[in-house]
Nanobody, 123 residues
């Protein structure tokens, strides 16, 4: 399966942005999906994950209350709505497919990765 993330861009602090990830080549409806991010010089960080049915979401502490993950299995697409953005949210955002129907924060729980989309938040 190929994951293609899009929707990144430049936004001012306090603004909103929604990034999307489309899975091509194979349905991902039975798999959890997740978002991670990586800022320059930092390790890849867990952002959010969603279970295969969309009934369970998990968020990293730094984005709780500001970001919302969702999915549309009919479209093989997962979304990340980002509100109240801060300059420290600047990073390349990667989507990933979980090994199973539920996945957590560990990178090891994910098997397929997209190419990433850059989100830049200006102060």
């Amino acid at each position: 399966v190929q994951l293609q993330a899009c929707g990144g861009g430049l936004v001012q602090a306090g603004g909103s942005l929604r990034v999307s990830c489309v899975a091509n080549g194979r349905a991902t409806s039975n798999n959890a999906m997740g978002w991670f991010r990586q800022a320059p010089g930092k390790e890849r960080e867990f952002v959010a994950s969603i279970s295969w049915r969309g009934d369970g979401a998990l968020y990293g502490d730094s984005v709780k209350g500001r970001f919302t993950i969702s999915r549309d299995n009919a479209k093989n697409t997962v979304y990340l709505q980002m509100d109240s953005l801060k300059p420290e949210d600047t990073a390349v955002y990667y989507c990933a497919r979980g090994r199973k129907s539920y996945a957590g924060q560990s990178i090891d729980n994910y098997v397929s990765w997209g190419q990433g989309t850059l989100v830049t938040v200006s102060s």
